[in-house]
T-cell receptor, first 115, second 112 residues
Framework: GAGVSQSPRYKVTKRGQDVALRCDPI?????LYWYRQALGQGPEFLTY????????KSGLPNDRFSAERPEGSISTLTIQRTEQRDSAMYRC?????????????FGAGSRLTVL | GQNIDQPTEMTATEGAIVQINCTYQ??????LFWYQQHAGEAPTFLSY????GLEEKGRFSSFLSRSKGYSYLLLKELQMKDSASYLC?????????????FGKGTKLSVKP
């Protein structure tokens, strides 16, 4: 697509439920990133992929968080047994290649609220 | 890992010049980015520096000193629409060379 598309834009869930957030990157972009952003803060790195391979997942807070990109395009970030502290804006970004001057283009984000 | 510091907030007057500083501490370095983020919107790319010196792009310029672990973003002829958060981000070296680590951002308010 023309831009990075994320869905849902807004998700309200009850504590303990699982949620799945989807990211559709710019067509042809090799690298895909997940960030979490609290209000008034910069994006916090979670994980990133080159093609279907997860290159770095060091930012995932705990084992309730996981991500996949099985065909090297669309990615899903899954949060199991959600907690109130998981409430945040989850942003996906993609870039044409990894590293160097390759620019990350961000999607509009998925706002998660855990009640 | 990386430690990136920038001021939390700044205020400037329409038509003026403002400089937003960013310092970073890292065991390696593979480029520095500046992003602009308007309230409620996604960050958008402004500039990239990997070598020391000044990169100019219209009203915006970005400077890098690798030996000092320092960068600044210079905004000239400020306009009201420049009110936004400005994010400094450093690209990690080595095996995670694709990743960008962001600072907390500087919220700039431009007043008439």
């Amino acid at each position: 697509g023309a831009g990075v598309s994320q869905s849902p834009r807004y998700k309200v869930t009850k504590r303990g439920q699982d949620v799945a957030l989807r990211c559709d990157p710019i067509s042809g972009h090799v690298s895909l990133y997940w960030y979490r952003q609290a209000l008034g803060q910069g994006p916090e790195f979670l994980t990133y992929f080159n093609y279907e391979a997860q290159q770095d997942k060091s930012g995932l807070p705990n084992d309730r968080f996981s991500a996949e990109r099985p065909e090297g395009s669309i990615s899903t970030l899954t949060i199991q047994r959600t907690e109130q502290r998981d409430s945040a804006m989850y942003r996906c970004a993609s870039s044409l290649r990894q590293g160097g001057a390759n620019v990350l283009t961000f999607g509009a984000g998925s706002r998660l609220t855990v009640l | 890992g990386q430690n990136i510091d920038q001021p939390t907030e700044m205020t400037a007057t329409e038509g003026a010049i403002v400089q937003i500083n960013c310092t970073y501490q890292t065991s390696g370095f593979n480029g520095l980015f500046w992003y602009q983020q308007h309230a409620g919107e996604a960050p958008t790319f402004l500039s990239y520096n990997v070598l020391d010196g000044l990169e100019e792009k219209g009203r915006f310029s970005s400077f890098l000193s690798r030996s000092k672990g320092y960068s600044y973003l210079l905004l000239k002829e400020l306009q009201m629409k420049d009110s936004a958060s400005y994010l400094c981000a450093v690209r990690e070296p080595g095996g995670s060379q694709g990743n960008l680590i962001f600072g907390k951002g500087t919220k700039l308010s431009v007043k008439p």
